[in-house]
């Protein structure tokens, strides 16, 4: 493809609470075995996207640790590849990324050693499948500058979480408001942009001399009057994972038929790293109903409406509903769950209760499993 992939996974998610305490929001466990940079990884290799750049920053132990091998997405060859960027002390710039066009700005070398005529930025907390030839050729056929991938949202959901635009009939964008106080529009940026790579590297270049470091607001709002900015719409499944509730709907999603089928039985396929772990094992008198089990995790209690992700252990006469359970949880015996995320590693005592009474959950328990 003639593109260069930018995966922007390194901010922080406030609205997440305890569930980013310790990892990127990218890293977080999507329906019992991905991770949330898995949707955006793997578009890009089904989209033949060669070289592939990802950004992390903050808590990026755990996000680093999946990433350690491209294999997984195919990106292990001679030419192209996937890169991992991280803050790097120079001569010239000892700072954090400051911002989307900051982050992009620090590693512009990059951008300049390659030779594709177009890049294709992504954030790394969405969960979507998407073929980014056909938004390609959308952005070449309108002569457009930036091209940003849009979504009509329900008349119910709240668009005040993300970016909303308003389009002419040419579908050129004409008003772009990043997190608006009160939502004019229902049509949302998905956080996906193609531009032209010498034109990227002109304007973060531009934005680094005059101090400016979002890609969003000093980039997309601030040239929309004078770069040619259009809109592509895409209506199939869509979810941005940046608060605990948009979290556990995301993962509740997957228990409906037609959410895991167009993920998981057609194609392109969703890849991610492989754990060398047993089936899952359910045991005498455990009861599963309408749920997700992760590899490596052992089952003796009841479970219902529910994503259990890997390594978890489910005492007996447990009963779980309407939850969603983190890698490698421990869950005494007599335990009850409902509306709740319960964190990874954590020892849940028995005979507890957590019952998320208004709205969902987080359960953090910080009880040494492990004796000395």
């Given at each position: 493809?003639?593109?260069?992939?930018?995966?922007?996974?390194?901010?922080?998610?406030?609205?997440?609470?305890?569930?980013?305490?310790?990892?990127?929001?990218?890293?977080?466990?999507?329906?019992?075995?991905?991770?949330?940079?898995?949707?955006?990884?793997?578009?890009?290799?089904?989209?033949?996207?060669?070289?592939?750049?990802?950004?992390?920053?903050?808590?990026?132990?755990?996000?680093?640790?999946?990433?350690?091998?491209?294999?997984?997405?195919?990106?292990?060859?001679?030419?192209?590849?996937?890169?991992?960027?991280?803050?790097?002390?120079?001569?010239?710039?000892?700072?954090?990324?400051?911002?989307?066009?900051?982050?992009?700005?620090?590693?512009?070398?990059f951008l300049k050693r390659c030779h594709e005529p177009?890049?294709?930025?992504?954030?790394?907390?969405?969960?979507?499948?998407?073929?980014?030839?056909?938004?390609?050729?959308?952005?070449?056929?309108?002569?457009?500058?930036?091209?940003?991938?849009?979504?009509?949202?329900?008349?119910?959901?709240?668009?005040?979480?993300?970016?909303?635009?308003?389009?002419?009939?040419?579908?050129?964008?004409?008003?772009?408001?990043?997190?608006?106080?009160?939502?004019?529009?229902?049509?949302?940026?998905?956080?996906?942009?193609?531009?032209?790579?010498?034109?990227?590297?002109?304007?973060?270049?531009?934005?680094?001399?005059?101090?400016?470091?979002?890609?969003?607001?000093?980039?997309?709002?601030?040239?929309?009057?004078?770069?040619?900015?259009?809109?592509?719409?895409?209506?199939?499944?869509?979810?941005?994972?940046?608060?605990?509730?948009?979290?556990?709907?995301?993962?509740?999603?997957?228990?409906?038929?037609?959410?895991?089928?167009?993920?998981?039985?057609?194609?392109?396929?969703?890849?991610?790293?492989?754990?060398?772990?047993?089936?899952?094992?359910?045991?005498?008198?455990?009861?599963?109903?309408?749920?997700?089990?992760?590899?490596?995790?052992?089952?003796?209690?009841?479970?219902?409406?529910?994503?259990?992700?890997?390594?978890?252990?489910?005492?007996?006469?447990?009963?779980?509903?309407?939850?969603?359970?983190?890698?490698?949880?421990?869950?005494?015996?007599?335990?009850?769950?409902?509306?709740?995320?319960?964190?990874?590693?954590?020892?849940?005592?028995?005979?507890?209760?957590?019952?998320?009474?208004?709205?969902?959950?987080?359960?953090?328990?910080?009880?040494?499993?492990?004796?000395?």
């Amino acid at each position: 493809m003639r593109a260069v992939g930018i995966i922007l996974a390194g901010g922080s998610s406030r609205k997440m609470h305890e569930l980013t305490a310790k990892r990127a929001a990218a890293a977080m466990p999507i329906a019992g075995s991905y991770r949330a940079i898995d949707f955006a990884l793997s578009n890009m290799t089904n989209s033949h996207v060669q070289k592939v750049a990802v950004l992390t920053q903050y808590n990026a132990r755990s996000l680093n640790e999946h990433l350690n091998s491209s294999k997984w997405w195919d990106f292990g060859r001679k030419q192209g590849g996937m890169y991992l960027f991280t803050p790097t002390i120079t001569t010239d710039n000892s700072n954090w990324y400051r911002g989307t066009a900051d982050a992009i700005y620090q590693n512009l070398d990059f951008l300049k050693r390659c030779h594709e005529p177009y890049v294709i930025i992504t954030s790394g907390d969405a969960v979507y499948k998407l073929d980014y030839n056909k938004v390609l050729e959308y952005h070449i056929a309108k002569k457009a500058d930036i091209t940003v991938v849009c979504k009509d949202l329900e008349p119910t959901d709240d668009a005040t979480r993300f970016g909303t635009v308003r389009m002419n009939e040419s579908a050129r964008i004409e008003e772009f408001e990043e997190k608006p106080m009160v939502a004019h529009s229902q049509t949302i940026s998905t956080g996906i942009y193609i531009i032209r790579r010498r034109q990227l590297i002109d304007l973060v270049e531009h934005c680094a001399e005059e101090e400016r470091h979002d890609f969003v607001t000093d980039i997309l709002i601030r040239y929309k009057n004078l770069k040619k900015i259009y809109g592509y719409k895409i209506n199939s499944y869509w979810s941005n994972i940046s608060t605990v509730d948009s979290y556990y709907q995301t993962n509740m999603d997957f228990l409906k038929p037609e959410v895991r089928n167009y993920f998981f039985r057609e194609l392109p396929s969703v890849f991610s790293k492989v754990s060398d772990l047993p089936p899952a094992k359910y045991n005498p008198g455990a009861v599963v109903k309408n749920s997700l089990v992760g590899s490596g995790s052992i089952i003796n209690g009841t479970i219902e409406n529910s994503v259990i992700f890997k390594k978890v252990f489910v005492g007996n006469n447990c009963v779980i509903k309407n939850s969603v359970i983190l890698n490698d949880v421990y869950l005494g015996d007599n335990t009850y769950i409902e509306n709740c995320i319960v964190e990874s590693r954590d020892t849940i005592r028995a005979n507890t209760r957590h019952v998320g009474e208004n709205g969902v959950k987080v359960v953090v328990e910080k009880n040494e499993r492990y004796a000395l």
